[in-house]
């Protein structure tokens, strides 16, 4: 191992990256020095967790250089990476449930050691471990049995277990309670004056200003500042986080909102999940946008009204009667559509054919009292659907999993739109899909609003958001932390929101 | 369909695309024509006919497995339940009239099939789990309840069945036209019914299936009940074949329809496979075993052979889905 000519441990310059023609990451640069904690912020979908998994391995480069300690490298896999000193603790859990903590903590070294446990050694080093970070957790427990604080904790000691030279914590703290936070920050103070350099992302803007040293933000794929935090301040970074224009990509429509409200929520709790107290209602006519981090509850609040995740309290309120939705089918009886931020997995079947996809919903209108579909009735729909959402196919029967990502989130849409839904809720209608596509489908819901729908969006991308809605919510950490009105509508008063600060106040 | 036959057939590469796609219709006709070379016995009436009348009891469980491996899951115990149920209308026939005792039988066996239906989609167990549980208490409650022998057809109406399940129309063995008949409704209801319908989306991607509204444990409860309504239709005829209805019958069964239904090109993780393609896998194992018997080969090889032709029918369905 050479010296390098400066003092930088990790050197990542000119990073680009696309995932097909969707560019990701566009000449980005990071460098951390040995022993410092450095913030790497930015909004949803700007390309932090692209720029990590590059690091880590889990991801190639498609351009650019990463110098570790004055050499280059280019893992691979995570393995590679790991070998080379570099450990990510995932926002994702990445534990095995039904193997003990120990097993979990040394679960890379198993497979290279010998071919007998040595369950002594193995749960006496776990446990020194353990205690070291200052949590009480027996090593010899089963993960599925650690609550989910301890279960991060594993994965950071996890991480740590190895020669660590750098380590990446993605959003460690969103499960955790001031006084675990506070103990994590703890460690990594530990670990930083040990010499390790560590990437911390976050979107706690106060959590950054209490224990990083230097932090880079980035915006679109770009870096867009990189300096030390004492040369900086929220309002600073918040600048360098947004500052886009709005492009024309939001086609102008004939806003025509009925008075009273179609569809109303009153303190809704979920028994499982973290939403709670959330109140709002939806107006004929009107696209209500739900804004929010990643993880604060946005997607669980949809799926609790649609009655996927089982609720605590609350009332919901359709056309002026209390309805109750304590399942899927209930909602749908009632009208509501969802359309799932996670097409492949929840909203499509993609081995089917398009025509089998749309007319799931709809059998009601296009079957016999006895169930035999009424098969010209079905391909009219079906084909009326197609050539209104303007979905590109040579017919009705190509399978979707051949389809492209906006086609097959047509293909969704029309899933509900087939039914003569009364509200529909739409998570990220526009991940994954390229720029024409968005268009068309930002021009669908519109033409749903016109209808006299009460149309959800819920978007992590803030210029949809504010391009499409007629009103914004914004959650924070489960419920909603406040409203915001067209004249309203920023980048900057949505993060404040979404990080639970206040709006700034101008004279 | 975006080609005509004949587009499609105008190249090789089309010609093996052909072939590829429709692989156990290929399979099935070479089989036959290597059938008809090597034995003159084949093509004759009593063989063929011979032929259908073996396929037909498996081949109305395989229905009711391919409905199953449709949402995804297996039903292990139809094999006993044939047994169990080929006993129950042999004790039933000798009670009660004919048409009662076919009823009542058919009651049973979807009452049956609820079970492993309820375990599955209300209590969330293992598909494989629960009616592998169903598949030894049904064995173990048919030997009770003929306490280990054959019960045999006493009755008037035992009769009847027996000359009913012996005979054939216009050349066809009448079982075997109840077991087309069951194919043909199947066929119609997977393409032209909801629930056909359904139970496809459901094994496709159930979880997508269950946020579209679609009552998803009903369909699954329903397609074992169904599946426990076929065992007994498929030992009402068993038995009927033999004039008794015994505790030994139905011996792994559930792993031939399970075969025919794999081979027909159905998929085991749910969403792919039609009621064509599995008369077809039914058709193939029968065939394997009949021409096998025509040449003398012994059991054991036989099994060995079944075994070679299932992987590769599979192997060649794999180039269908690159």
């Known amino acids: ?507 | 369909m975006t080609l005509t036959l004949k587009q499609q057939l105008s190249s090789p590469a089309g010609i093996l695309k052909f072939l590829v796609k429709y692989n156990t219709i290929f399979i099935f006709i070479l089989l036959v024509i290597f059938s008809a070379l090597i034995s003159d016995v084949f093509f004759t009436s009593v063989n063929l006919s011979n032929l259908l009348k073996q396929v037909s009891g498996i081949g109305i469980i395989s229905i009711g497995m391919l409905i199953v491996i449709l949402t995804g899951g297996i039903d292990l115990s139809v094999g006993s339940m044939v047994a169990l149920l080929a006993v129950t209308f042999a004790i039933l026939v000798n009670i009660f009239a004919l048409p009662l005792a076919i009823l009542m039988t058919i009651v049973i066996g979807f009452g049956l099939g609820s079970i492993s239906g309820y375990l599955v989609a209300y209590q969330k167990m293992a598909p494989f789990v629960a009616t592998l549980a169903l598949m030894t208490i049904a064995r173990g409650m048919s030997f009770i309840y003929s306490k280990g022998s054959p019960v045999t057809f006493t009755t008037v109406g035992g009769q009847f069945m027996s000359d009913f399940a012996n005979n054939s129309t216009l050349g066809i063995p009448n079982i075997a036209i109840v077991f087309f008949i069951i194919v043909i409704c199947t066929m119609v209801m997977l393409r032209y019914n909801v629930f056909g319908r359904l139970i496809i989306a459901i094994g496709s991607n159930e979880e997508a299936s269950r946020l579209s509204g679609i009552k998803v444990n009903k369909y699954k409860f329903l397609v074992y009940a169904i599946s426990g309504a076929l065992a007994a239709t498929a030992a009402i005829i068993v038995a009927s074949r033999t004039n008794l209805g015994s505790p030994n019958m139905g011996m792994a069964w559930e792993l031939d329809a399970i075969a025919a239904v794999v081979i027909g090109g159905a998929s085991l993780n749910g969403g792919k496979g039609t009621a064509i393609n599995t008369l077809m896998g039914v058709l193939i194992l029968g065939l394997i075993g009949n021409i096998l018997n025509l040449l003398n080969v012994p059991s054991y090889p036989q099994q060995v052979v079944k075994g070679a032709i299932i992987i590769f029918a599979v192997l060649l369905q794999r180039f269908e889905s690159k």
């Open chain 1, 1 to 507: 191992m050479k010296n390098s000519a400066n003092d930088y441990r990790l050197e990542m310059t000119g990073i680009s990256k696309s995932f097909g023609v969707v560019s990701v990451l566009k000449n980005v640069n990071l460098k951390v020095k040995p022993g410092e904690i450095h913030a790497l912020l930015g909004e949803n979908g700007a390309g932090k967790s692209t720029l990590i998994k590059i690091l880590s391995g889990v991801h190639q480069k498609d351009a650019g250089k990463v110098i570790l300690n004055g050499e280059e490298i280019a893992p691979k896999n995570t393995h590679e990476g790991q070998v080379l000193g570099i450990n990510v603790v995932y926002q994702e859990l990445s534990l095995v449930n039904d193997l003990s903590v120990a097993e979990n903590i040394y679960l890379h070294k198993l497979g290279a050691s010998k071919s007998w446990m040595n369950w002594k050694g193995l749960i006496h080093d776990a446990q020194e471990l353990l205690d070291s970070l200052g949590f009480k957790i027996d090593a010899a427990a089963k993960v599925k049995d650690l609550s989910i604080v301890q279960k991060q904790v594993v994965e950071i000691a996890k991480a740590i277990s190895e020669d660590t030279k750098i380590l990446v914590l993605d959003e460690p703290t969103t499960v955790f309670d001031p006084n675990d936070v506070k103990k994590l920050f703890q460690i990594l103070f530990k670990l930083r004056d040990q010499g390790v350099s560590i990437i911390y992302i976050s979107h706690h803007l106060d959590e950054i200003f209490k224990i990083a040293d230097t932090v880079t933000v980035l915006r679109d794929g770009v870096d867009t500042g990189s300096m030390p935090i004492s040369e900086t301040d929220k309002d600073g970074v918040i600048h360098l986080m947004i500052g886009r224009e709005l492009k024309d990509l939001y086609p102008v429509r004939d806003i025509k909102i009925g008075t009273v409200p179609i569809f109303q929520v009153k303190n809704l709790t979920a028994k499982n999940t973290m939403v709670h107290d959330v109140s709002f209602e939806v107006k004929p006519g009107e696209v209500l946008g739900i804004a929010g981090l990643g993880g604060s509850g946005r997607t669980e609040t949809a799926k609790l009204i649609f009655g996927a995740d089982k609720k605590k309290s609350g009332t919901l309120i359709l056309e002026g009667k209390e309805i109750k939705t304590n399942s899927p089918v209930d909602a749908a009886g009632y009208q509501i559509g969802f359309v799932s931020e996670d097409r492949k997995e929840e909203g499509v079947f993609l081995p089917l054919s398009i025509r089998r996809n749309i007319s799931v919903t709809s059998f009601k209108s296009i079957s016999s009292k006895l169930g035999f579909i009424n098969v010209d009735n079905e391909y009219k729909k079906v084909l009326g659907l197609i050539e209104k959402l303007n979905i590109k196919t040579p017919n009705s029967e190509v399978n979707v999993k051949n389809l492209s990502g906006g086609n097959q989130q047509k293909v969704a849409l029309a899933k509900w739109l087939s039914i003569d839904s009364k509200v529909i809720f739409i998570d990220e209608p526009t991940r994954g899909v390229d720029v024409g596509a968005k268009i068309e489908i930002y021009n669908l819901i519109n033409e749903v609003a016109k209808k006299g729908v009460g149309v959800v969006v819920i978007s992590s991308d803030m210029p949809e958001i504010m391009g499409i809605s007629d009103r914004i919510l914004v959650m924070h950490e489960g419920t909603f932390y406040g409203e915001l009105t067209k004249d309203q509508f920023s980048e900057e008063n949505i993060l404040r929101y979404s990080i639970g600060e206040p709006l700034k106040q101008y004279n």
